[in-house]
T-cell receptor
Framework: GENVEQHPSTLSVQEGDSAVIKCTYSDSASNYFPWYKQELGKRPQLIIDIRSNVGEKKDQRIAVTLNKTAKHFSLHITETQPEDSAVYFCAARRYTSYDKVIFGPGTSLSVIP | NAGVTQTPKFQVLKTGQSMTLQCAQDMNHNSMYWYRQDPGMGLRLIYYSASEGTTDKGEVPNGYNVSRLNKREFSLRLESAAPSQTSVYFC?????????FGPGTRLTVL
């Protein structure tokens, strides 16, 4: 089955710096890769996603890149702000009739003012 | 729209007790999921339902059962709770790709 690894497990950056979180997946048939942000005590919420027919996607300060050959994808946050502090989860999914999503273990990001 | 709702928000059980966690969505989504979240282990899929009338095991199904009662509702049952099932449980629904999560149920088994 699919296995998703995520690094680093914790990340501290100064406000204004960039943060990068990397994930690898094992199932070459996976074709949808979402990223979720979870603030303390709250539910995970989708922040950006990418499909396998696209190499990069941007949304303001957030971008995701996908390398299908190497089976890895990354989240890039530029000009970090204290409110970016949260746990970030990557996930991978193969769109089949089973509709199953597998999450990475998460990265705890701290943005230091 | 309420989105995805879960009840209860908090629950304390004794070892061996049973209970059912309820989940409902009003977005007409076909797929629904149950996850558990433990510190340092992310979200692990317990069971999912790709459509009304179907359910499948996820990564960690042992000790749980589910029922997809109708398109809106997907319940998770613990028949004989164990301390290892202490966790935060999230329900989610999905129209196809992205998932919408409920607020979670914090369960403690003593």
């Amino acid at each position: 089955g699919e296995n998703v690894e995520q690094h680093p497990s914790t990340l501290s950056v100064q406000e204004g710096d960039s943060a990068v979180i990397k994930c690898t997946y094992s199932d070459s048939a996976s074709n949808y890769f979402p990223w979720y942000k979870q603030e303390l005590g709250k539910r995970p919420q989708l922040i950006i996603d990418i499909r396998s027919n696209v190499g990069e996607k941007k949304d303001q300060r957030i971008a995701v890149t996908l390398n299908k050959t190497a089976k890895h994808f990354s989240l890039h946050i530029t000009e970090t702000q204290p409110e970016d502090s949260a746990v970030y989860f990557c996930a991978a999914r193969r769109y089949t009739s089973y509709d199953k999503v597998i999450f990475g273990p998460g990265t705890s990001l701290s943005v230091i003012p | 729209n309420a989105g995805v709702t879960q009840t209860p928000k908090f629950q304390v059980l004794k070892t061996g007790q049973s209970m059912t966690l309820q989940c409902a969505q009003d977005m007409n989504h076909n797929s629904m999921y149950w996850y558990r979240q433990d510190p340092g282990m992310g979200l692990r899929l317990i069971y999912y339902s790709a459509s009304e009338g179907t359910t499948d095991k996820g990564e960690v199904p042992n000790g749980y059962n589910v029922s997809r009662l109708n398109k809106r509702e997907f319940s998770l049952r613990l028949e004989s709770a164990a301390p290892s099932q202490t966790s935060v449980y999230f329900c989610a629904s999905s129209p196809r790709d992205l998932q919408f999560f409920g607020p979670g149920t914090r369960l403690t088994v003593l």
